[in-house]
């Protein structure tokens, strides 16, 4: 396009057309080319019976993290199952998505430099009782599974979470 000199639509110039194509909905090239990262999350049914919701978002945007979608649902036993499919054939599995499918919770999507690790970091370990000192986990679960929040492990597994509760419009 730009060899021939053609001009592009909506004041574009060239490297804002090439960064189009080349962002994704999990990654976004700032421009100090910094690389945010995002990740997805869910405050579990336990921490939103409690009374934890806002405490745990609270914790999460203290932490640097912008929240780019959020949202209040509740989840069936299928729709659980889906969610957690990687983990079918573990002996918890069907008191999980009980669990899961047992009250409201809230899916989000968050993002920051770092957004995967820093997220675990500070969710703190699956089992809050091997969780550090000041993590959500430590601070707000109650046992391995009943555990307060959710953050994805990889970048595909984020891309497939971050699919599986929220549509492209609601990211924009
Ligand atoms: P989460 O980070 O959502 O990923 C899988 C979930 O399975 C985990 O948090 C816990 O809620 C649950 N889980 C993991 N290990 C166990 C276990 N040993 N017993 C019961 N639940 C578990």
């Known amino acids: 396009m730009t060899e021939t000199g053609d001009k592009l639509p909506f004041g ?19 421009e100090n080319q910094q690389v945010s990262q ?11 019976r409690k009374g934890h919701t806002a405490a745990i978002l609270a914790e ?3 932490a640097g993290f912008k929240i780019i979608a959020v949202k209040k649902l509740s989840i069936s036993k299928t729709q659980a199952e889906g969610f957690y499919y990687v983990h079918k054939e573990r002996p918890f599995f069907g008191s999980l998505t009980d669990f899961m499918s047992s009250g409201p919770i809230f899916p989000l999507v ?12 500070l969710m703190g370990a699956t089992n809050p009782a091997n969780a550090e000192e000041g993590t959500i986990r430590k601070k ?3 046992s391995i599974e ?10 595909d597994t984020a891309q497939f979470e971050i ?6 419009y609601e990211l924009a």
Not at 163 to 168: I, K, N, P, V
């Open 12 to 30: 574009l110039q060239p490297r804002s057309v090439l960064l189009l194509y080349t962002e994704s909905n999990a990654f976004k090239r700032k």
């Open 38 to 48: 995002r990740t997805f999350s869910i405050i579990k049914p336990d921490a939103v």
């Open 60 to 62: 999460i945007e203290k």
């Open 110 to 121: 968050l993002e920051k430099e770092n957004a995967i690790a820093d997220l675990r970091k």
């Open 140 to 142: 707000y679960a109650g």
């Open 146 to 155: 009943e555990n307060a929040i959710h953050g994805s492990d990889g970048e």
């Open 163 to 168: 699919g599986y509760f929220f549509a492209g």
